[in-house]
């Protein structure tokens, strides 16, 4: 999950890797070419670029040959035509169960519905009328959204809060090929939890969008999303539906991170951590604005609006579940202790130069 | 002085003053109703838009009514032609001799070249090919700099040096009327320190650009610009020649704020002086960029870059010569605390409910 401090990184110095083209290449199809052939639902091709696939879209609803706008392909998964020309080309969109459904759970609901697949929405409150306004079926339980047998389950509870969601999936009402996947900040401990708790023929996905509705909100071009393919089983949808899943992202134009769980948590530990401990710490500080505020000082005043936006139980999340960040406190200590150190001991040696050696200032 | 860190304030919620009317309007003649009515030094006005002003002195320097580059008016202060309809209206440019010549001494310079002001220089180190090459009279040492009777003496060393250098100016070389005037990142210790050593009879201007070479390098066009007119007699030129020293900074486009230097030490502490001081534990820590660095990560190493391309001379400055620093980097200290003592806190409250309460995860 993405809080507002954690996005748009720069492009430079990233190792970025894209979702492998083997995998990514078969959604990829010029619909066009055969979406005359067939009326129905239809989905745009996930390495379309967004304003393209929009264009497409509106073109074939002023032409009258979608039966439904592309949100409501959940409505009708089993009407969804494929000939025997394009079945090996296009996959018929997602049906994405999405399990707490607050904030960044809507917005990312949003990126999946814009790719054409279909959304599933469970969550402790209730948005059943929130859910009906945007084309998706709201269920009052988990164990009712999961009769519904989706291809991927997607946790988007907080931190705090997955292990009891994770533990209550109902997975005996689910395909044995279903994709779970999360968007937590930490990710060794995600994974660590699915690969205990988890039936061992389920998938597993653990992804980092690192954005969110503040940072997100024209769109999530260039936005860096990380994620690990934790298990997959050769045999079976597992690879393609993961292929399709992560195109959701591709498709919006998100920088791919492929990154392990663990790579992950260590560097999020000596930077976005750090971040939002800089930011906490100032927020103690109740910094104010000045009438000579300088641009370092105005970078600092957004840092620590932006960490107080976020709960508490997020930045909370980023120390417990993240094994690195105990190191990167102390080391931000022992930083802080050497500043003074510095500052405090050339004082002591000017002092002492004085009252010893009686050198005048 | 500024720093790399010290530049552009938000204009929101900033107390902004520019000079009080009475003393700059008599410096915004519009120059070019009476330019061809005299030949000689011709001098931009203050108030004219820069770029407004550089069409002039182009315009001029074809017409070849210019006999000198504007930058070179000290060369014949004497021979500055005013008639009796305009001698209310036109001053004639200042001759400003700037004591410590190096990066952010040349650089305040090419502002008042750019005004159509006078520049001499002395400096510690010899600038005596880079002063030949850009118009300005250099001096070998302060006592030939004071010889020459500039009607303002801008301190520009740094903080550490700057007592040394007030006290070895050979007043009695000077005329009664001189301004002196500093440029440190810090006010009190420089007001305190003029009022103590200064004849009673000089002017005293303390002021702080709070931008420089780096921030400054695009034109200085709203930079903020902070001025306490500590001192200035009734009689006489001063308030005329410090209205037109500061129209210097007006004229380029400054963000004029007059505050008293106590006013600016208490916002500067808690503003600029914590900035650089999260710069330096920063740096302490040895950042790195990640490969999913967000905006907020990359904001605090760009800040971490700034602060380290400064001195730590000017650091320990910030600290040791403003009174408010201390208290502020205690304030830190206690900020810092209390968000480990939050972190902790929470995690030894659940740790204890298991231990103690026999509560499960």
């Given amino acids: 999950m993405a809080s507002s401090l954690v996005h748009l990184s720069s492009p430079a110095g990233g190792r970025t890797a894209a979702a492998p083209p083997s995998l990514l290449s078969r959604f990829s199809p010029n619909f066009c070419a055969f979406a005359t052939l067939r009326p129905g639902p239809t989905r745009p091709t996930a390495a379309t670029p967004k304003h393209a696939r929009a264009r497409t879209c509106a073109e074939q609803e002023q032409k009258q040959e979608v039966a439904a706008p592309c949100r409501d392909a959940y409505e009708k998964p089993a009407v969804w035509n494929t000939t025997a020309a394009d079945s090996a080309e296009a996959a018929p969109p997602l049906r994405v169960g999405i399990i707490g459904f607050g904030n960044f759970g809507q917005f990312i609901a949003r990126g999946i519905q814009r790719q054409g697949h279909a959304v599933l929405a469970t969550s402790r409150s209730d948005y059943s009328a929130y859910c009906s306004a945007q084309g998706i079926r709201y269920f009052r339980s988990l164990e009712a959204l999961c009769e519904e047998q989706p291809n991927v389950l997607l ?55 690192m954005f969110g509705p503040e940072s997100g909100k024209h769109g999530w071009s260039t936005l860096p999303f990380v994620y690990d393919k934790v298990r997959l089983a050769d045999k079976g949808d597992q690879k393609a539906n993961c292929g399709q899943f992560l195109s959701i992202f591709e498709g919006e134009g998100c920088r791919m991170v492929e990154m392990s769980c663990a790579e992950h948590d260590r560097h999020a530990a000596a930077s976005q951590f750090i971040t939002h401990t800089i930011g906490r710490v100032l927020a103690q500080l109740n910094l104010k604005s000045t009438p000579i505020n300088t641009k370092g000082f105005e970078a600092l005043l957004k840092l620590t609006e932006n960490t107080v936006s976020d709960s508490f139980d997020l930045y909370y999340g980023l120390f417990m579940y993240n094994v690195n960040a105990t190191e990167q406190i102390e080391k931000l200590e022992r930083a802080f202790e050497k500043v003074k150190q510095m500052l405090y001991g050339r004082l002591h040696d000017i002092l002492r130069k004085q009252i010893v050696e009686r050198v005048p200032i």
């Fill in 155 to 209: 946790v988007c509870s907080s931190i705090l809060s997955t292990e009891a969601v994770v533990r209550a999936i109902p997975f005996h009402k689910l395909r044995s090929d279903t994709i779970v996947a999360d968007v937590l900040s930490v990710k060794q401990f995600p994974r660590n939890l699915l690969l205990e708790i988890l039936p061992p023929e389920f998938g597993i996905v653990c992804t980092h969008p």
